[in-house]
T-cell receptor, first 115, second 111 residues
Framework: GAGVSQSPSNKVTEKGKDVELRCDPI?????LYWYRQRLGQGLEFLIY????????KSGLPSDRFSAERTGESVSTLTIQRTQQEDSAVYLC?????????????FGPGTRLTVL | GQSLEQPSEVTAVEGAIVQINCTYQ??????LSWYQQHDGGAPTFLSY????GLEETGRFSSFLSRSDSYGYLLLQELQMKDSASYFC????????????FGSGTRLQVQP
């Protein structure tokens, strides 16, 4: 596709349930990022993939959060035992991972609401 | 750690010029980026400064002063469609590729 896509666009779940969020990056982009954006706030880094490896997981807020990437393409962010404070928009971005500008291209996000 | 400060809101009228400032504190510095985000939309890249000076792209310009840890985004000939949130973001030079974002400046353009 032409851009980064994410699914679902909206997800409503009950507290304690697990959710999976999917990201399809731009074809050929080796770097993939997950960010979280709470209402009216800036973007909070969660995890970065280079290829299928995650050299930087420093932003994951707890061990309930995990992510994987396969085929140097699709990534899935999993949140286990969701809590109300997990409610946010989860944004995925990809880039060519060039050393200089390395522009990140964002998907439309998944709006997660935990009831 | 890293932190960025930018004003929370700016209001301007159509046709005017507006400047959105960003000051940052980082343990190292690689470059300052600006992103635009319309309500409910994805952040989109506007500009990147790695060196001191002004970068111009159409109606938008971005400035960086590394010695002052300061940058700004300048929007000229404002249009209603420019109403959005604008985020500055930094990448440090530790090899960490993730961006650290400011909390955003909400720009309202009035007729």
């Amino acid at each position: 596709g032409a851009g980064v896509s994410q699914s679902p666009s909206n997800k409503v779940t009950e507290k304690g349930k697990d959710v999976e969020l999917r990201c399809d990056p731009i074809s050929g982009h080796t770097a993939l990022y997950w960010y979280r954006q709470r209402l009216g706030q800036g973007l909070e880094f969660l995890i970065y993939f280079q290829g299928n490896s995650a050299p930087d997981k420093s932003g994951l807020p707890s061990d309930r959060f995990s992510a994987e990437r396969t085929g140097e393409s699709v990534s899935t962010l999993t949140i286990q035992r969701t809590q109300q404070e997990d409610s946010a928009v989860y944004l995925c971005a990809s880039s060519l991972a060039l050393a200089a500008t390395d522009t990140q291209y964002f998907g439309p996000g998944t709006r997660l609401t935990v009831l | 750690g890293q932190s960025l400060e930018q004003p929370s809101e700016v209001t301007a009228v159509e046709g005017a010029i507006v400047q959105i400032n960003c000051t940052y504190q980082t343990s190292g510095f690689y470059g300052l980026s600006w992103y635009q985000q319309h309500d409910g939309g994805a952040p989109t890249f506007l500009s990147y400064n790695a060196l001191d000076g002004l970068e111009e792209t159409g109606r938008f310009s971005s400035f960086l002063s590394r010695s002052d840890s300061y940058g700004y985004l300048l929007l000229q000939e404002l249009q209603m469609k420019d109403s959005a949130s604008y985020f500055c973001a930094v990448r440090d030079d530790t090899g960490r590729r993730a961006l650290t974002f400011g909390s955003g400046t909400r720009l309202q353009v009035q007729p």
